[in-house]
């Protein structure tokens, strides 16, 4: 039991060790970071020593498989970069930043158990576990008031979020006589489900899901939450904290499409809604959390998009994506947490001359950008490549039109922060811009991996296609 379980094990192995040592008076934030490191690489070690595992276990309420191991994998990578960048907690008191790790570590096991999630109940529990870790983070800011406004913001729509989907679980229990996923399945096929019921219930917890995913109309609180907590909690958000609704959701739209036709209209409409909310809104935006927020937004409908296309190629483009895509706003955050040692919450102008006090951290950022974008031929263009044929081949041509113009669209944006770094005020003398050697070699590996995944994508996706995640995804 304990192997197939490896990963979740190291996750709340990481929390139990950081909870004893919050209750020291004498723990410095340096150590709880240090644990949080060592412990987070541990975890990802543990994820690539479980890839392999399968099983169906607590009464069919947790499933094992390679989509879920695979994802909770990426989860592990992301909790790492996030532990080794997000540092120093500049904006979070003193007090607190050990109690910060501990957060980290609660909402990282609730992520590895929505990967593997089968069960309604479960499901909800998960999402809670991860929601009310991340609200206590987005909290923790003192030092500016709109910072403490955002995070009650947060918290109270959240609440209601996890209100309405938790009324939506009670419906679907109502109309399937059960909680896992397996048994809903198995009401759909033999008809047995009470329509009246499902649909409201399903509708429920979708908004629910899209909640977390910030996409349209349930984005409202992702630009005021980026933009008021600090720099590595905007980071945590952006990347490894959207990874886990994308897993779970997946999942259970690749469930249900079958017997709910409609579920792949309301997705497409709310993916084209998502992308050009996302992108149209971030034309106004002058700081550069607040730039990245609506980007994610945008992001998040390009993902919706390759989730309807139920193709075989599907799962592995979905996959393909959430990989790029953690790897390029890693890098987004990375380059805003050297620029915050000069200014705390940049803007879009804090970028000028960027090239001339930093050519490594300027370049990761154009490649970073120019990915967002799907500019060729980096692993952006690719993936974005992957979700578009994904959806096309479902005949889902005018959506797919739709979305190549949202691409086309935010490249103009982000060239606003590309323009500002490497063509701000000629006669202005910048000073250089220190940056660690951690946060060098961050950004150069994590640079030359987004180029590489674009040149190169072919082996990573022949190893996505040999793990058949259609097949894992399966009822």
């Known amino acids: 039991m304990i192997d197939v ?52 276990l607590f009464s069919e309420s947790y499933r094992i498989d390679s989509y879920s191991q695979l994802f909770k994998l990426i989860i592990a990578v992301g909790l790492f970069f996030n532990a080794l960048l997000g540092w120093p907690l500049r904006s979070i008191p003193e007090e607190q930043r050990t109690e910060y790790y501990l957060f980290f570590f609660s909402a990282g096991l609730g992520m590895m158990l929505l990967a593997s999630v089968f069960n309604f109940l479960v499901l909800y529990l998960a999402m809670e576990l991860v929601a009310y870790s991340v609200y206590a983070m987005v909290g923790m800011r003192r030092d500016r008031t709109e910072s403490i406004e955002s995070a009650v913001k947060y918290f109270l729509v959240g609440a209601v979020s996890s209100a309405v989907g938790l009324y939506g679980l009670s419906l679907i229990y109502g109309a399937a006589q059960g909680l896992t996923f397996g048994a809903l399945v198995e009401a759909l096929r033999q008809g047995t489900v009470e329509p009246r019921l499902l ?31 600090a720099s590595p909690v905007a980071m945590f958000l952006a990347s490894v904290s959207k990874l886990a609704g994308i897993a779970a959701l997946f999942r259970i739209v690749y469930l249900l499409h079958p017997f709910l036709p409609r579920l792949e209209t309301a997705l497409g409409v709310i993916a084209i809604l998502t992308m050009s909310y996302g992108n149209f809104v971030a034309f106004r935006q002058k700081s550069a959390k607040r730039l990245f927020a609506y980007s994610s937004i945008a992001q998040a409908g390009y993902i919706l998009l390759g989730m309807i296309g139920f193709a075989a190629s599907s799962p592995q483009a979905v996959m393909f994506y959430s990989i790029v895509y953690l790897l390029m706003n890693l890098v987004l955050f990375l380059v805003t947490l050297a620029l915050e040692e ?134």
């Not at 349930?218 to 933009?227: C, E, G, L, S």
């Open 5 to 56: 379980l490896l990963p979740e094990v190291s996750a709340l192995t990481g929390l139990l060790i950081l909870f004893f040592l919050s209750l020291s008076d004498n723990l410095s934030d340096a150590l709880a970071r240090r644990v949080t490191l060592i412990w987070s690489l541990v975890t990802v070690v543990c994820s690539f020593i479980a890839l392999d595992q399968t099983g169906l």
């Open 199 to 229: 649909i409201p219930g399903v509708v429920m917890v979708f908004s629910s899901f899209l909640f977390k995913l910030a996409a349209f109309p349930f984005h409202v609180w992702a630009p005021d939450a980026y933009d008021g907590a």
């Open 342 to 475: 000069s200014r705390a919450d940049p803007e879009i102008s804090s970028f000028a001359g960027l090239y001339k006090r930093n050519a490594l951290l300027a370049f990761s950022l154009m490649v970073s950008l120019f990915s967002l974008a799907g500019v060729p031929p980096l692993s952006g263009f690719f993936g974005k490549w992957l979700l578009f044929s994904s959806a096309a081949e479902q005949g889902h041509i005018w959506l797919v039109v739709l979305a190549i113009l949202n691409s086309v669209i935010s490249l103009y944006y982000y060239l606003f922060v590309v323009k500002a770094a490497y063509f701000g005020d000629p006669d202005k003398k910048y000073s250089p811009l220190p940056s660690t050697f951690t946060a060098r070699s961050a950004a150069f590996v994590l640079s030359v991996a987004i180029a590489m995944l674009g040149l190169f994508p072919r082996p990573l996706f022949d190893f996505l296609t040999s793990l058949n995640l259609a097949q894992a995804l399966a009822p």
